[in-house]
């Protein structure tokens, strides 16, 4: 017997952790950018899952790729090659510019493979055990140890304090900030190439170059965390190739597997610091999410995906500008691509909910910041859809 929406959601409050606010919503399926609860409501989805969902809902051909590897082989442990992990490391190397990967089971862990290689780097050279790591204010990496301590939220940090030593904090945007921190023990300096969680904010041309330049000259490792704003979703495969430089280290996660719990980061050759016994996984780069994130590769090239998201995103900006100019209660507008943000006036939680009883599905990013971040595959029709909802619900 079929149980009722809500007691689905008492069973889940009372054997869950609480570690989340959930909306009162039982969602039961998705079609192309549309989801369904258990009621069959109709929800049009501008968050895709948190930017996960690059492809929508059974987009053609990953669904059959996922099923037919679930026929095959599922794990090996990596003691063994699998054919979905050669061929994913290949396509993404070839996609990022990258030389090494390195498959994890989600962006968190990526970003501690990235800090554990940036760390071996630096005591390969002079064997000592203080190096410093910089990273940004209002940042987000994850909610593991390390990656929660080159994260610049107090609010965050807080219960979970001390944090791993040496990290210390500049201003996103403000390369003499940087600079200033700088020193001999420095041995990277890690970003989001595009903050998302703290409010949606894109750096800038002069303040990414200059950091490559200021590595560079320090034999300093850049990473770049495009775990969100990586996949196509800037109108590049990953963001940092719209300010023609290269990091050596890179994290991707979430758009990468399109669903399935995959992410990496990948490094350049100089970087590739790990070795046997270093770093390890059991369920990172298996045989199912590596065949998914392989059939996301191959449609983002067969199927022209950045390309779509150039076109469709410049619309989406030019109508959020327009929204943005018609109210006051939207104080700024930012984003590029398919990651873009309105700063209202007041927190946006009124606003999502009543979003939410229209059928519209948006989330939040920092205090009083709604986040676009649709799957890839929209069109311009469903970014009126959604501008004409929001305007309601703004109004």
């Not at 989340?20 to 049009?44: A, Q, S, T, W």
């Not at 990953?62 to 082989?73: H, I, M, R, S, T």
């Not at 990235?114 to 204010?137: N, Q, V």
Request: one cysteine or more; glycine letters at 10%.
């Amino acid at each position: 017997m079929k149980k009722s929406k809500q007691a689905y959601i008492d069973e889940a409050e009372h054997a869950l952790l609480h570690t989340y606010n959930r909306f009162p919503i039982v969602l039961d399926h998705g079609e192309g950018v549309y989801l369904y609860d258990l009621d069959g409501k109709k929800y049009l989805d501008f968050a895709a899952g948190i930017a996960v969902f690059a492809l929508g809902y059974h987009y053609p051909g990953y669904d059959e790729a996922v099923k037919n590897q679930v026929d095959k082989l599922i794990h090996t442990s990596n003691l063994f090659y699998s054919v979905p992990v050669a061929e994913a490391a290949e396509k993404l190397k070839k996609a990022s510019g990258m030389d090494r990967v390195f498959f994890t089971n989600s962006g968190t862990e990526a970003i501690e493979g990235a800090i554990k290689s940036a760390r071996k780097y630096a005591w390969l050279k002079d064997g000592k055990h203080d190096h410093e790591i910089i990273a940004m204010k209002h940042s987000f990496h994850g909610r593991s140890m390390g990656a929660l301590s080159v994260t610049g939220n107090e609010h965050y940090q807080e219960p979970f304090k001390p944090m791993i030593g040496g990290v210390k904090f500049a201003e996103y945007n403000d390369l003499d900030s940087v600079r200033a921190l700088v020193n001999e023990k420095t041995c990277a300096i890690i970003l989001e190439t595009l903050q998302g969680e703290g409010g949606v904010y894109v750096a800038e041309e002069a303040f990414i170059k200059g950091l490559r330049q200021l590595c560079d000259e320090n034999d300093i490792l850049l990473i770049c965390d495009e775990i969100q704003c990586g996949m196509g979703r800037t109108g590049s495969m990953f963001c940092y190739q719209n300010y023609n430089i290269c990091p050596d280290i890179v994290t991707v996660a979430k758009a990468l597997g399109c669903g399935v719990p995959i992410g990496a980061f990948l490094c350049t050759e100089k970087a590739a610091s790990l070795t046997p016994g270093d770093h390890g996984t059991t369920y990172g780069g298996n045989p199912l999410v590596c065949a998914a994130a392989s059939k996301v590769l191959d449609i983002f090239e067969q199927d022209h995906i950045v390309e779509h998201v150039q076109e469709v995103g410049t619309y989406l900006y030019e109508e959020l500008e327009k929204l943005t100019a018609e109210t006051d209660k939207i104080v700024a507008h930012r984003g590029m691509g398919l990651i873009q943000g309105i700063e209202l006036n007041e927190a946006p939680g009124t606003v999502i909910q009543k979003a939410q009883e229209k059928g519209l599905i948006v989330i939040s990013a920092g205090n009083n910041v709604i986040r676009f971040v649709p799957p890839l595959i929209i069109q311009k029709e469903h970014v009126d859809k959604m501008i004409a909802i929001l305007k309601q619900c703004i109004e």
